[in-house]
Structure formats: C-alpha cells, structure tokens
C-alpha cells in the first residue's frame, strides 16, 4: 500500500486553473491593450509604453515584496496550524503595500516629467510617455489592493472570484481603451486612465469576500514584533521582487543600446521582442505561482512527498507550454510581428531574425521559473534571490554588453545564456551545500522533513480503511514501536478514515491520504481529505458523538482538525509510551 500523490495532484491543478486564469487574464490584457493601443494610436505609442516598463517593474517589485512575501508564509502558516500568525502576516501584507503604494504614487506623479526624459534620452517619444506615466503611478494603490486581496483568496479557496477579479477589471480597461482612445480622443493618456478605471471598478468585487463570516483571514490589530514580521514578509518576497528589478535594469540597458545602435527600429524590435517573451512568462508565472502557493501548504506540513510530487507536476506544465510558445514563434515570427502592426519590410529585416534567437530563452523560462518558486516557497531565500539577480542583471548585463561588441544579432543570444548560466550556476552552489548538510540533492529540503515515515492512499471505502489500518498496524510492529502505541494509530486511523467514508461526501473512487510520521518522543498521524468541511472530531449524529470518537480521544495525546488548502486534515499525535 503507498501514496499515489493524486489528491495533492488535484489539489495543485484546482489552484493552477485558478492561478492562470488570474494571471492570463492580467498578462492577456495587458497584451490586447498594447495592440489596441498600436492599432488606435500607432506604432510610435506602443514604443513609448514599452519604455514605461521600468515604471511598472517598480510597481511589481512593491506588489511581490508584499503580496508575494505575505501569501507564501500564509501558506506555510497554514500547513503549520499558526493561525494567528497567518492574521499578522495578512494584515501587515495588504495593508502595508496599499500603504506604501499610496506614498510612492504621490512622489511618482510629481517626478513624472523629470523621469520621462530619462526614459526616453532621444526625445523622440518623451510625450507620449509622459502621458502615460501619470495614469500609471495613479494605478498603483488599485492593483494592490484588488489583485492583492485576490491573492489571498485564492488561498481560502476562493478560485472563482479571485479570478473574476482581474478578467472584470480587464474587460472594463480594454472597453475603456476604445471609447477613452477612439471616442474622446485623449490618445495613449486614454489607455492609462481606462486601466486606472478598470481596476477602480474591479474594487466592488472585494466586498463578498471582505464582508463573508466563513473567511479565515482577518485583519487584525498588529503584534508588538511589527517590524520583525514586516521583515520577514519582505525577505520572502525579495526574490520574486527582483525579478522586476532585475528587469527594470535589463529593458533600460537593452532599450538605451538598441536605440541609440538602430534608432526607432531598435525601439520597436525590443518592444515586439519583449512581447514575445510574456507569452511563455504569463504560463510559467501561473504554473509557479501555484506551485508555491500549495508547496508552500505541505512544507509546513512537513509533507515531502507532496512537496515533490507537485514540484515535478508543475515543471512538466510550465516547460510543456513554454515549449508551445517557442515553436509557435520560430514557425510564425512574421505574422506575430504582424500583430504589432511591425510589417515594414526595414524594421522585419532586423525583427525577424532577432525575435527567432531571442525566443530561444523561452526555452528555460520554464524550469527557471519553478525552481525560482520551490525555492522560494521552502525557505530557501537565498538561492531563489541568486537565481533573481543572476538571471536578470548578474550576468545579464555584462553578457550583452560583451555580445553588443560582436553584432546585432549577437546581443539576442543575452537572455538565454543568462538564464542558462544562472541555472547552472545556483544547482551548482546547492549541490555544494546539500553535500555537506549530507542531503543528496540541490533542491535542499530540510533534514527537518526527513523522518521514519509510512505514507499510504486508499480509496474512500470502508474495506479500504480497514486495510489501511492493518498496513499501518504491520508498518508499526516492523519498526519495533510498542504494541500499545502501533494499537492506538491503527485503530485511530481505521475510525477517521470510516468516519470520513461515511460524512465527507467523497465518491468511493476518490482519495484519502495518511501520512505517519515516527518522532523521538511520539507518533503522528495525519489523515487527509478533499470532500465537504467536515471536523471528524466533532461530528455530531442524533446527539451522540461518532462511533469511535470517543476510543481515539482517550488514547491521543492530542488531535486537532483544521482545513489547509482546502482539505480536510485532521492531525493525531500520541506519545511514544502510552
């Protein structure tokens, strides 16, 4: 009898459909606004909106250093049962990056001017940018607090709405662009005003979530050690973070050399380039994203099975559709430049050869994005920052600088040999420290999560749960745990498991897992399902307390119940000698 991993394989795919249809709806948009704005406006305007992303790297490293930080160590809290903790780190999280969204927009909007001529040294779209600058820093607060909040749902399983957030605020910012652009004719200042509308009208649909009585996450008054859990949020959120600020370096470099090499084609051959790129992006963003978000949950349950079971599932999807965007690009590189209405027969004699080298990165946005997030969403902090900083500047910058030397096409090569190299190099550096931890690989899960352990899924029948019992009953017996204790888990778990059968609603082919894990001084039993909320230890039936309840409360040192990434866990824990 062994674990299958199908219920945490489930568990990760309903947060993964979840998480891309948030995150493709926010990267789907924002690539239907640049055609829109292309296609209402001209080439020239979707030019000066890629010479903003430095702007809205900023944006995205505040949201990460928050919501990123704040929504991973929820998860672990949750797999912990630190319930308290998770309130702190919710509150400091979302209202601490509404607070500071709030200040940075208000200096953005009185330096915009100053910063547009930065931006853009040649002069030639600095209007334009300007225009969109403003709306921009005003939409900061809005993302936060919208997007932010729907972080957090997703957590407490609200899929649907999290989701609907970002597709409403969308679909009001794209409907926007039209009557703002083509109607009242205030031009690309149109386009950023229309996503400040989007996202204001989006804020409505935080009410049933913050007005719900069933929702876990409160906002609560902060602790006294404020700053060292404000810390902590920030030290999590730091790798994702410097993804951005490791963008907003390369673009600014890549734009100023490529500008001032080919002019305005150089401009348009990275803005189309650049594109290309967030397609495979907004895949293994979503695929990641959830990762960490369930990843997170078992490592806090010190479940390391599970842990890599999902690892392994997601890595698979994110390099799959990374690897679709790759081939779509190489086949059809005309036509996508097409889309960008980049069809000058001058600009497509430099774009097309560029954008096939340049996609060849797509080809490691998969793993590296993974690996980023397992390590960030199992304490290694560290290693997920080195991969940040490596990836994005560290190696980056001097890498295209050296190929800016050789030639044009030469410079397209920078982002895959980055990449690739920081990759290499971080395993590297792993590797080297698992081994003399004397763990025997790079991914580095603490020696902590490694205990004697028997590790069981069975289908939700009452035949199944009496042959689990008797496997656990062997299990014991085989590692000389005394007969009392092997006793008291065998029945517990042949009891919650029947219990379960009969109240959760569960199919009879669906799952239940148990994990048993041998400690020093006790044992512990974990049963775990994916059917209704249902506390097996408090179920009441005509008055009277589930048959066997009673048995398993006298011979438990303690059990507790919680709901963690929307299962069912109920956690017993007897003492080595009862």
């Known amino acids: 009898m062994k674990r299958n991993g199908i219920l945490v394989q489930k568990k990760y795919l309903e947060y993964l459909s979840s ?9 789907i948009a924002s690539i239907v606004d640049g055609l829109l704005v292309g296609r209402l406006i001209g080439p020239g305007a979707f030019t000066a909106i890629n010479l903003t992303m430095p702007v809205v790297c900023i944006k995205n490293i505040l949201f990460c250093l928050f919501i990123s930080g704040g929504s991973v160590l929820v998860s672990q809290f949750m797999g ?24 940075l927009a208000i200096i953005g909007i009185s330096v915009s001017g100053r910063l547009a001529d930065l931006l853009d040294k040649s002069g030639t779209f600095a209007g334009d940018v ?8 005003a939409l900061w607060p809005l993302t936060m607090l919208t997007s932010g909040t729907a972080s957090f749902m997703r957590l407490e399983g609200w899929h649907g709405l999290a989701a609907a957030i970002p ?32 996202y204001g009208a989006a804020v409505v649909l935080l009410l049933p979530y913050l007005r719900s009585k069933t929702r876990r996450l409160h906002f609560v008054r902060p602790s006294q050690d404020i700053l060292k859990r404000l810390v902590n949020i920030l030290r999590v959120g730091l790798p994702i973070s410097l993804i951005d600020a490791c963008d907003m370096l390369r673009i600014y470099t890549i734009n100023s050399t490529m500008i001032a090499l080919l002019g305005n084609i150089g401009g348009q051959v990275i803005a189309v380039c650049t594109a290309a790129k967030l397609y495979a992006i907004m895949l293994a963003n979503g695929a990641a994203t959830a990762m960490t978000n369930v990843v997170g949950a078992l490592y806090g349950e010190q479940d390391r099975n599970g842990v890599l079971h999902v690892l392994k599932i997601s890595l698979c999807i994110a390099s799959a559709t990374c690897i679709a965007v790759f081939i779509l690009l190489e086949l059809f590189p005309v036509q996508f430049a097409g889309f960008y209405r980049a069809t000058n027969p001058e600009l497509l004699e430099v774009l097309v050869p560029w954008l096939r080298i340049y996609s060849l990165v797509i080809l490691v946005i998969g793993p590296l994005y993974i690996l980023r997030a397992f390590y960030q969403s199992t304490g290694q902090v560290n290693a997920a920052t080195a991969l940040s900083v490596l990836e994005g500047a560290g190696f980056m910058i001097p890498i295209f600088y050296l190929l800016s030397k050789i030639s044009v096409n030469a410079m397209a090569y920078a982002n895959l040999f980055s990449a690739a190299l920081a990759i290499i190099a971080v395993s590297f550096w792993m590797h080297l420290k698992a081994k003399k931890q004397g763990l025997d690989n790079f991914l580095m899960l603490r020696s902590s999560m490694i205990h004697k352990s028997w590790e069981a899924s069975i ?7 009496v042959k689990a019992s008797q496997a656990l009953l062997e299990y014991c017996q085989q590692n000389s745990i005394s007969s009392r204790v092997a006793n008291a888990v065998s029945i517990s778990a042949e009891e919650l498991c029947v219990n379960i059968t009969r109240f959760s609603g569960l199919r009879p082919d669906e799952q239940i897992d148990l994990l048993f894990k041998v400690f020093d001084d ?11 909320l249902f506390n097996p230890t408090e179920y009441m039936d005509d008055g009277k307390l589930i048959t066997g309840l009673k048995l398993i409360r006298a011979i438990a040192t303690k059990i507790e ?11 017993l824990t007897v003492k080595s000698k009862l």
Do not use: H
């Open 459 to 465: 289908a939700c029948t009452e035949q199944e749960a």
């Open 19 to 27: 998480t891309m249809a948030f995150t493709l709806s926010i990267y």
């Open 130 to 137: 300007y225009s969109y600058l403003v709306p921009l820093w």
């Open 561 to 571: 119940y919680s709901v963690i990434l929307g299962f069912n866990t109920t956690v």
């Open 167 to 198: 597709i409403f605020a969308n679909v009001i910012n794209l409907l926007c662009d039209i009557v703002f652009i083509r109607f009242f004719g205030w031009g690309i200042n149109g386009a950023g005003w229309a996503t400040v509308t989007g």
């Open 522 to 532: 006790s044992v512990v039993l974990k049963v775990r399902d994916s059917g209704k």
């Open 80 to 103: 912990a049962r630190r319930f308290d903790d998770c309130n702190q780190t919710f509150t400091l999280s979302l209202a601490g990056g509404v607070a500071f969204s709030i200040v």
